[in-house]
């Protein structure tokens, strides 16, 4: 079964930098750490209010790191016109709302199709590949599909933070997902609160090319270092692919 790829999200890296202001700890390093470590790809949000990731982060990492960057950021004019200038490998379009502390669900494509399709337009004449953070629901994927999106990122939030008797109904909506998704031929990756323990089910789902992980990996980082944390992922989300 093919290998399956790991975005590192540095957010907190940056929040932890900005609850003190200065320079320290520097997001560039943590790219860099996460590329040696042998992640795939580094994934950052730019959000509106730049509570954590800023401007300038997301320009340096582009230009300092090899891997390619993943920026997250909300679905409008503004927003779509600086990913166009910082010119990313991919942007995933995912919902934004200023009181939430870290995103909530997934994107509502389904009834915005006539908003979101010249966004997707506009990234993609940049040759920007286009993500949405989407819900694992047949319609949500079919409207993203509809608009000419490259892929569906799956919000994994409800499987993880279900209660033990609940996972498998939350794990069976985001396999059946992934098929619907893999038959229209649009590309599948997954995250929001995966850890050690509930990433290895959703690394055996095959249609899943990748998943993107951030809290967990930079809280962890705080005990076992980020090189090691990443690595350790690394090792359990292969092991639980090539095992599936």
């Known amino acids: 079964m093919k290998e399956i790829r790991l975005g590192v999200n540095i957010d907190h890296v940056a929040t932890l930098r900005n609850a003190r202001g ?8 943590a790219a860099k750490i996460a590329e040696v470590a042998g992640a795939d790809g580094i994934t950052v949000h730019l959000r509106e209010d730049r509570r954590h990731i800023r401007d ?18 909300a679905g409008n004019q503004q927003m779509i016109e600086i990913a166009c200038a910082l010119e990313p490998n991919a942007v995933c379009i995912v919902p934004e709302n200023r009181q939430e502390v870290t995103t909530e669900g ?8 006539n908003r979101l399709a010249p966004f997707i337009e506009k990234l993609k004449r940049k040759k920007i590949k286009v993500s949405l953070f ?6 949500e994927i079919e409207a993203a599909v509809n608009i000419g999106a490259d892929i569906v990122e799956f919000h994994t939030g409800r499987y ?26 649009i590309e599948v990756h997954a995250g929001h609160g995966l850890n050690f323990n509930n990433v290895v089910q959703i690394s055996k789902i095959k249609q899943i090319k990748e998943l ?33």
Do not use: W
Request: with cysteine; aromatic share 6%; glycine share 8%.
């Open 22 to 29: 200065g320079t320290h700890p520097d997001p560039i390093r």
């Open 56 to 73: 300038e982060d997301v320009k340096n990492i582009i230009k300092e790191t090899i891997i390619p960057v993943n920026l997250e950021l």
């Open 134 to 139: 989407i819900d694992p629901k047949v319609q």
């Open 212 to 244: 993107n992980i951030g809290h967990f990996i930079i809280g962890e980082a705080i005990f076992l270092g980020l090189k090691t944390t990443i690595q350790e992922m690394r090792r359990i989300i292969s092991h639980a692919r090539n095992t599936a």
């Open 106 to 113: 997934g994107l509502s494509v389904f009834g915005q199709e």
């Open 160 to 185: 993880c933070d279900a209660e033990e008797h609940n996972k498998y109904k939350e794990l069976t909506f985001l396999v059946q997902a992934a098929n619907v998704a893999n038959n229209y031929g």
